[in-house]
């Protein structure tokens, strides 16, 4: 949106220029020109498609490992059930109908949203009524005691900033201004400040290479790491991304399922980045929770039952619908698809055993 792109141009004016983070933060979350203000971003006719919207297995085998989870945390009564960024609210419809077949565990948890998005926030509303839940700005939010937590692609949301290598230290790609006024990549100032950013295994990395960090992901983990030490608990963070850490760029910005220019026109194309999951881990491990994982996606959904939840639904189901659901579990788990670059990843409070997938 033209809009949005000069009040980026106009603080960049004003203030120098901007890290990725910032620019990012403004692109998606932009009250009026950001992107997830003026779009519903997802499914087929939106600019992306997730796991929960291509299959309901999904969300269900989730609800149920939650289920689980709340058992072994000794069944509390009530229990907090958190979701980071729920979309359209797919994933926890299928949670929730999953969690039917533990009665005490539907009547005990307490539905608690985190989401940015006034428009997804609506749409979750209207989706979840009968669960009434309970939105709340952010993790801090949450009201005390035992917690499962799920989020599926949130953390690639989160904003990046990319670091690179120079001769001598650390600088940072930063979003500056043209000749022509526009946006543009510049390069900022090597600095040794910025190497201590920069996870240790990667510091001597060779000259020109990038490295991203997610200062926001890392603090999220933080928080849940000491929220999950003191609390009976458990999270399942799910997306895309590395572990170990890496190199490379991948911040990638994508408008009705293509490939589209980081900076052009902010507010009309998701941007999204790999997610670090041992950035994630550490931050989290240091926190005090124990951390599992992360195992590639196929490989979760397949220790939970996904093949059998599976023969279930198509037993049911018409032919056209047995080839869907089968289309769409085989997208999820087959290696080549989201099978491998989609990940999971466990926190649990300390006490407990690993959790179902993670053994
Ligand atoms: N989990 C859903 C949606 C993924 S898209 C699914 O799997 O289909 C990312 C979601 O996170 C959207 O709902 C978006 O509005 C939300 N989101 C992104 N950044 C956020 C932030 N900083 N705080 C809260 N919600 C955020």
């Known amino acids: 949106m033209a809009d949005l792109a000069a009040a980026i141009a106009q603080r960049i004016?004003?203030?120098?220029?901007?890290?990725?983070?910032?620019?990012?933060?403004?692109?998606?979350?932009?009250?009026e020109g950001?992107?997830?203000a003026r779009h519903d971003p997802l499914g087929r006719a939106g600019d992306f498609i997730t796991a929960p919207e291509i299959s309901?297995?999904?969300?269900?085998?989730?609800?149920l490992w939650c289920a689980d989870m709340w058992r072994r945390i000794g069944q509390p009564d009530p229990v907090i059930v958190a979701e980071l960024g729920p979309g359209r609210g797919t994933l926890m419809a299928d949670f929730l109908r999953a969690a039917e077949t533990v009665p005490e565990f539907r009547r005990a948890l307490r539905l608690h949203l985190v989401e940015a998005s006034a428009r997804l926030r609506a749409e979750q509303q209207c989706r979840l009524a009968a669960a009434d839940p309970c939105f709340v700005a952010s993790l801090d939010a949450l009201p005390p005691?035992?917690?499962?937590?799920?989020?599926?692609?949130f953390l690639d949301a989160l904003p990046i900033r990319q670091l690179v290598r120079g001769p001598a230290d650390w600088r940072e790609r930063l979003v500056g201004l043209d000749?022509?006024?526009?946006?543009a990549f510049v390069d900022g100032p090597e600095s040794p400040v910025l190497s201590l950013l920069v996870p240790e295994s990667l510091r001597a990395a060779p000259t020109g290479a990038m490295v991203e960090i997610c200062p926001a992901a890392s603090a999220l983990a933080a928080t849940l790491g000491e929220r999950l030490a003191q609390y009976p608990g458990a999270a399942l963070l799910i997306d895309y991304g590395h572990f170990p850490s890496r190199t490379g760029a991948t911040l990638a910005a994508v408008r009705r399922h293509r490939p589209a220019a980081i900076l052009d026109g902010p507010g009309s194309a998701d941007l999204s980045a790999h997610v670090d999951f041992a950035a994630i881990a550490a931050a989290a491990g240091a926190a005090g929770t124990k951390v599992y994982g992360p195992v590639p996606q196929g490989r979760f959904l397949a220790a939970l039952g996904a093949e059998a939840r599976l023969a279930a639904l198509s037993a049911r189901a018409d032919p056209t619908m047995r080839a869907e659901l089968a289309g769409g579990l085989e997208r999820l788990i087959d290696p080549a698809q989201m099978g491998n670059l989609f990940k999971a990843?466990?926190?649990?409070?300390?006490?407990l055993p690993a959790p179902a997938g993670f053994t």
């Open 13 to 31: 004016g004003r203030e120098g220029p901007l890290s990725l983070a910032s620019f990012m933060a403004m692109a998606l979350h932009d009250p």
């Open 34 to 36: 950001g992107y997830y």
């Open 56 to 63: 309901q297995i999904f969300g269900e085998l989730i609800g």
């Open 145 to 153: 005691g035992p917690l499962l937590l799920v989020a599926n692609e």
């Open 179 to 183: 000749a022509a006024g526009r946006l």
């Open 345 to 351: 990843l466990a926190l649990t409070s300390p006490a």
